[in-house]
């Protein structure tokens, strides 16, 4: 049984910053793609960034390059992700998700968490 928990969700300030983890468990994931997703209210859930876990290649969303990082633990199975300068627009619920493919679409990812609610105040 494949799980992935996301924890680090909270409520910030504009400008702020948070760290999302995701943990994952039930195989070895050297081979898999993590991805973030996002989902705020009454809007699709939207692709964030993803990351491989071996060669630490990303691919960012044009909406948060510059301002989220993406890291990744092989050791723990845990991806993070740091995100500065933070805008009231990047309030969601934010999702990690594993697929052995690189993809930016939510139907492209097998695997899911239950999510993290981050809100940013104005």
């Known amino acids: 049984q494949v799980q992935l928990v996301e924890s680090g969700g909270g409520l910030v300030q504009a400008g702020g910053s948070l760290r999302l983890s995701c943990a994952a468990s039930g195989r070895t994931f050297s081979s898999y793609v993590m991805g973030w997703f996002r989902q705020a209210p009454g809007k699709e859930r939207e692709f964030v960034v993803a990351i491989r876990w071996s060669g630490g290649y990303t691919y960012y969303a044009d909406s948060v390059k510059g301002r989220f990082t993406i890291s990744r633990d092989n050791a723990k199975n845990t991806a993070s992700l740091q995100m500065n300068s933070l805008r009231p627009e990047d309030t969601a619920v934010y999702y990690c998700?594993?697929?052995?493919?690189?993809?930016?679409?939510?139907?492209?990812?097998?695997?899911w968490g239950q999510g993290t609610q981050v809100t940013v105040s104005s």
């Open positions: 998700a594993a697929d052995r493919l690189v993809g930016a679409l939510p139907h492209e990812y097998e695997y």
